[in-house]
């Protein structure tokens, strides 16, 4: 199993390409990469953790909505 460091790298690496996108393409672009993003993560999280686990995911998506980072 990857360390938490390792997870971290994986989601630095997924904000730079949306940053790459935005840049390249435009907010319209990154949004729907985003949303592709998600909804492939979530189909993942169904097929190896379940239908729970991915409420839990998504609910987390919900959650940060709005909020600034």
């Given at each position: 199993?990857?360390?938490?460091?390792?997870?971290?790298?994986?989601?630095?690496?997924?904000?730079a390409?949306?940053?790459?996108?935005?840049?390249?393409?435009?907010?319209?672009?990154?949004?729907?990469?985003?949303?592709?993003?998600?909804?492939?993560?979530?189909i993942?999280?169904?097929?190896?953790?379940?239908?729970?686990e991915?409420?839990?995911?998504?609910?987390?998506?919900?959650?940060?909505?709005?909020?600034?980072?």
């Amino acid at each position: 199993m990857a360390a938490d460091s390792d997870y971290q790298k994986i989601a630095e690496h997924a904000l730079a390409m949306l940053k790459a996108v935005y840049l390249h393409e435009g907010p319209d672009a990154a949004v729907t990469s985003a949303r592709y993003m998600v909804e492939a993560t979530a189909i993942v999280i169904a097929e190896e953790l379940g239908p729970a686990e991915t409420r839990r995911f998504l609910h987390v998506v919900g959650m940060t909505q709005g909020q600034e980072h």
